[in-house]
């Protein structure tokens, strides 16, 4: 073809009756030439949309609530991980339910290493836990006060990722290594920085609540990134102090709420070409999604049952 100017929209739907992901990977291929010589050409992804359930976080065996009694006990902290291996969350309520089975684990685990604490509390299931308020984008975080009753002091202790996630604003004490075999860094919710005491389920708790209004629901999502690996384009991207070439047409910064909800709409503002660097003929476009977090990380996206997205892509002969 020597048109100059060449459009092509490439779509994907998960037509799966069943909640069954699929890859995002899809391709339009032409009998004849889309370029006579890519290296004619330059390219550029004029316009996205996405609806797509993209997962907010991604956790793994690292990330761990622990807990700390001191008092003339066994003040050995009591970590718990939230997973046992690498999970992708998709809503808060997930997180808050991991959240709350590792706080059950753990204060029963508390309980056990120390028999007199656990005598002296009224109620043998009375635990902390997280609550989550949609309409209003907030985490509370409930103590029971018996927790610490003298002569005991009861510290709550979250790892990075999961300390930003339900972020009171008011976390502090960054220590490493609270067990000698673990590497780990740890953010400690300052007990005395409570909003209020209530009564509930016949107990009374220490609240700790998102101070933040302008609080965001946390995603450890950079962006979503378009990859064609068919288009052989002249991109680099810096990474770990290398340069290195990629298949990357476009790479779109996300925010937490295009995460949460998983519908983009992107259109072009300006330019964003890449100029493709081989001398051959064209014929085939292969797209595939892929989450970059925020540690530089690139994971695929699943498309689950109903997902969709729709990719327009332009060259332009130079």
């Given at each position: 073809m020597s048109n100059r100017i060449i459009n092509y929209t490439v779509q994907k739907l998960n037509e799966q009756v069943h909640d069954e992901t699929v890859d995002t990977r899809t391709s339009i291929e032409k009998n004849e030439n889309i370029l006579d010589q890519s290296n004619d050409y330059?390219?550029?992804?004029?316009?996205?949309?996405?609806?797509?359930?993209?997962?907010?976080?991604?956790i793994d065996e690292?990330?761990?609530?622990?807990?700390?009694?001191?008092?003339?006990?066994?003040?050995?902290?009591?970590?718990?991980?939230?997973?046992?291996?690498?999970?992708?969350?998709?809503?808060?309520?997930?997180?808050?339910l991991r959240m709350n089975l590792a706080f059950i684990v753990g204060s029963n685990t508390v309980k056990s290493n120390n028999p007199t604490f656990a005598s002296s509390l009224s109620d043998s299931i009375l635990h902390p836990f997280i609550k989550y308020i949609s309409e209003e984008n907030s985490y509370a975080y409930l103590v029971p006060t018996e927790y610490n009753e003298a002569p005991y002091t009861f510290a709550t202790y979250f790892t990075p990722k999961i300390s930003r996630a339900i972020y009171f604003g008011y976390l502090d004490t960054l220590f490493n290594s609270i067990i000698d075999s673990t590497n780990l860094e740890y953010n400690r919710l300052d007990t005395n920085s409570f909003d209020q005491i209530i009564?509930?389920?016949?107990h009374t708790f220490f609240i700790y609540v998102n101070r933040d209004p302008e609080y965001k629901s946390l995603t450890d999502n950079d962006s979503i990134v378009v990859v064609a690996k068919s288009i052989p384009v002249n991109g680099s991207l810096e990474h770990e102090e290398k340069r290195i070439e990629t298949q990357i047409l476009k790479q779109y910064k996300l925010t937490s709420k295009e995460c949460e909800f998983g519908n983009i709409v992107y259109n072009k503002t300006y330019d964003d070409y890449y100029e493709l660097i081989s001398h051959y003929p064209l014929s085939r476009i292969d797209i595939e999604l892929f989450i970059r977090k925020d540690n530089g990380e690139l994971i695929p996206v699943k498309m689950h049952s109903k997902d969709?997205?729709?990719?327009?892509?332009e060259f332009v002969k130079i």
């Open positions: 330059k390219v550029q992804v004029k316009s996205f949309k996405t609806n797509i359930n993209l997962p907010i976080l991604t690292t990330d761990k609530i622990a807990f700390v009694l001191t008092g003339d006990v066994d003040d050995t902290p009591v970590q718990v991980p939230l997973v046992t291996s690498k999970t992708d969350i998709y809503n808060i309520e997930e997180l808050v009564s509930a389920i016949g969709f997205y729709s990719i327009d892509i």
